[in-house]
C-alpha cells in the first residue's frame, strides 16, 4: 500500500467511531524485524466524541506467540488522541473490561471531576464521558488505568494510549507533523512473558522493585524496525513501562534533539547523547536520519535498584553479566520513497512561560518510603523464605530476574495479598485521608527524596518545574514544564497547582513504579 493512502486512510477511519488501533506500514527491502506498528490517528467526530473502548484480546509481540491482553479499541494498547488546544471534546470511555477500570488523563490540564483517577472508576459494561475543555500549551500527554490497587496489572496487560494537545502550527514551528512518517509516536515498554497465559505474574521482589521483562518493545513490537524518510524525524516517546527507566542512545551516537517534554515545548532544541526517560515520562526529540543510513536505537542497563552493600558475590556477577552492555530497542531504516519535509532543526520554540521560585507559599517534604522493614516482617509472615527475603534487601539480586526462566509463572500475587505497603505522604495511601490542601492557582516548592532506589514523582493536576536535583540545576532538556521527574537521592520542584480538586475527588501524587503507587507509595490532594 502506497504510504499517503495509508496515512489518510488512518486519518479517515479516525475520524469514525472505533479505529482499529494500529496501521502496519510496510517497511524497505532491506530492513529486517518487524515492522514498527504506528498507533491510528484519532480525532473527534461530527459530535465532538472520541470513543475509547476498553476491552480484552489477545497480543503477538513477535510473530508465533501470543498473550493474554488488553486494549483501548484493539487487542493492545490504544490510538493516538488528538485534540485541538482551545478546542472541547467527549471522551466516551466504554469499560468493556470484565472488571472495573477507570482511565486517567495523565497531562491533562482537566478538573479532579473530569479525570479517571481512582474516584472515577467505571464499572464493567458502563461508559463514562466527560466533556472536556483543552486549555494548556501543545504538549503530548497519555491516558491509562488508576484503580486502587490495580494500576500495575491493567497497565501491563497494554491498556494506555498517547493523547497529544495540538495547536496545528507545528509546520509554521518547523517541526514534523506527518503522523506516522516523520512524526513517529513511540511507546516504550518490557515484558517477561512473550507467550503462556500468564503475562503479569509478579512476586513478591517486582512489588519491592517494580516488574521488569527482558524483552523490550515498542508500541507493542519486540525490536521493530521503523521505515523513516532521509530527513529530519520527531519521535515521540512515551515510557510506558511499569517500572523500567530507558536509557537511550543511537549506536553511532547521533544526537537526539529534545524539543518537548511532559508539559510542552522547550525554549529551544537541547541536544543530549542519552536520554533518559522515567516510566510515565515524555520526550520529543529530533533525529536527523538525512544520511540515509539504518541505525538502531539502544538501551543501557537499567540498574535501578541495583546498589547497596552486602552484596552476594555469585549473583552480583550473574547480575553483572545479564546487566553488562546495551540492548537494541528498534531500528530505523531510512526509506528514500519516504518524503519528509524537515530538513533542518528550528532555532527556538514557543516554550510556556516559567514560573518563578520565589513566588511560592509554602515548602513541603516527601519521602519515598519503601518501608524495607515492615515489608519484609510482612514477607516472612506470609512465608517468603529468609533467602529471598535477604535477596529483597541486597538489592543487586534482583537483577537476577533478567535471566530467570519462566518455565514455572510466579502465584499471581498483589502488594495487598502478601502485606506490602509502602508510602509517600508518611503513611501508605489510603483513599479516604486528604495529605495536602493546596491553594488553587499558587506554586509551591517540594522537596522529594529517596532512601533505596530511584524513584520517578507524578503530581495529577498540576505542572513541576525542576528546581535541582542532588544540588545541581536542571539539564537543558528537563528545565521546561513537566508531570513527571525522576528523583534519586534529593530534588526540589516548583509545584504550580493548575486545575481544582474538590474533597470527595482528590487528585493523586505518587511513584509511577506503577507497583509502588498500588503499594500505596502515594498521596492525595485537594485544592482550595
Ligand atoms: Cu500516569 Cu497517577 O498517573
Ligand atoms: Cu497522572
Ligand atoms: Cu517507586
Not at 534519586?488 to 470527595?504: I, M, N, S, T
Amino acid at each position: 500500500m502506497n504510504m499517503l493512502t495509508t496515512r489518510r486512510a488512518v486519518l479517515r477511519i479516525g475520524a469514525g467511531a472505533l479505529a482499529a488501533p494500529f496501521v502496519l506500514r510496510p517497511l524497505p527491502a532491506r530492513a529486517s524485524g518487524p515492522a514498527l506498528p504506528i498507533p491510528a490517528l484519532v480525532e473527534p467526530d461530527a459530535a465532538g466524541t472520541v470513543r475509547l473502548r476498553m476491552a480484552g484480546g489477545r497480543h503477538s509481540f513477535v510473530p508465533g506467540q501470543s498473550v493474554p491482553s488488553a486494549g483501548i479499541n484493539g487487542a493492545y494498547l490504544g490510538p493516538v488522541v488528538r485534540l485541538k488546544a482551545g478546542g472541547t471534546a467527549t471522551l466516551a470511555v466504554e469499560n468493556a473490561l470484565p472488571w472495573h477500570t477507570t482511565l486517567h488523563w495523565h497531562g491533562l490540564f482537566v478538573g479532579s471531576d473530569l479525570d479517571g483517577g481512582p474516584h472515577n472508576p467505571i464499572a464493567p459494561g458502563q461508559t463514562w464521558t466527560p466533556r472536556v475543555t483543552i486549555d494548556q500549551p501543545p504538549a503530548m500527554t497519555w491516558f491509562h488505568p488508576h484503580l486502587h490497587e490495580d494500576t500495575a496489572r491493567q497497565a501491563h496487560l497494554g491498556l494506555a494510549g498517547i493523547l497529544i494537545v495540538a495547536d496545528g502550527r507545528d509546520r509554521e514551528r518547523g517541526l514534523p507533523d506527518s503522523h506516522g512518517v516523520d512524526d513517529l509516536p513511540l511507546i516504550l515498554q518490557d515484558r517477561r512473558a512473550l507467550e503462556g497465559e500468564a503475562p503479569y505474574a509478579p512476586d513478591a521482589l517486582d512489588f519491592i522493585h517494580g516488574f521488569r521483562g527482558t524483552h523490550i518493545a515498542v508500541n507493542g513490537a519486540v525490536r521493530p524496525t521503523a521505515a523513516v524518510p532521509a530527513a529530519i524525524v520527531r519521535l515521540r516517546f512515551l515510557n510506558g513501562a511499569n517500572a523500567r527507566n530507558f536509557l537511550l542512545r543511537f549506536a553511532d551516537r547521533r544526537p537526539l534533539h529534545v524539543i518537548a517534554s511532559d508539559g510542552g515545548f522547550l525554549a529551544r532544541p537541547a541536544a543530549v547523547d542519552t536520554l533518559v526517560i522515567a516510566p510515565g515520562e515524555r520526550f520529543e526529540a529530533l533525529v536527523d536520519f538525512s544520511d540515509g543510513r539504518p541505525v538502531e536505537l539502544m538501551t543501557l542497563p537499567d540498574d535501578n535498584g541495583r546498589f547497596g552493600s552486602g552484596v552476594v558475590d555469585r549473583l552480583k556477577a550473574a547480575v553483572t553479566e545479564a546487566l553488562a552492555g546495551e540492548e537494541p530497542v528498534m531500528t530505523f531504516a531510512p526509506d528514500p520513497a519516504l518524503k519528509g519535509g524537515v530538513a533542518s532543526l528550528p532555532a527556538g520554540l514557543d516554550e510556556p512561560a516559567g514560573a518563578d521560585p520565589a513566588t511560592a507559599s509554602r515548602r513541603r517534604r516527601f519521602v519515598f518510603d519503601e518501608r524495607v522493614e515492615a515489608n519484609l516482617k510482612a514477607l516472612q509472615e506470609a512465608g517468603v523464605s529468609a533467602e529471598q527475603a535477604g535477596q529483597m534487601v541486597d538489592h543487586s539480586a534482583h537483577g537476577a530476574h533478567a535471566g530467570r526462566p519462566m518455565a514455572a509463572p510466579a502465584p499471581a500475587a498483589t502488594a495487598a495479598s502478601l502485606g506490602i505497603t509502602m508510602a509517600m505522604a508518611g503513611e501508605p495511601f489510603d483513599m479516604g485521608r486528604v495529605d495536602v490542601e493546596a491553594k488553587l492557582g499558587s506554586t509551591e516548592i517540594w522537596e522529594l527524596s529517596t532512601q533505596e532506589m530511584a524513584h520517578p514523582f507524578h503530581i495529577h493536576g498540576a505542572s513541576l518545574r525542576v528546581i535541582s536535583r542532588n544540588g545541581q540545576p536542571p539539564e537543558p532538556h528537563l528545565a521546561g514544564w513537566k508531570d513527571v521527574v525522576l528523583v534519586d537521592g534529593k530534588a526540589e520542584v516548583l509545584v504550580r497547582f493548575d486545575r481544582p480538586a474538590a474533597r470527595e475527588k482528590p487528585f493523586m501524587f505518587h511513584c509511577h513504579i506503577l507497583e509502588h503507587e498500588d503499594a500505596g507509595m502515594m498521596g492525595q490532594f485537594v485544592t482550595v
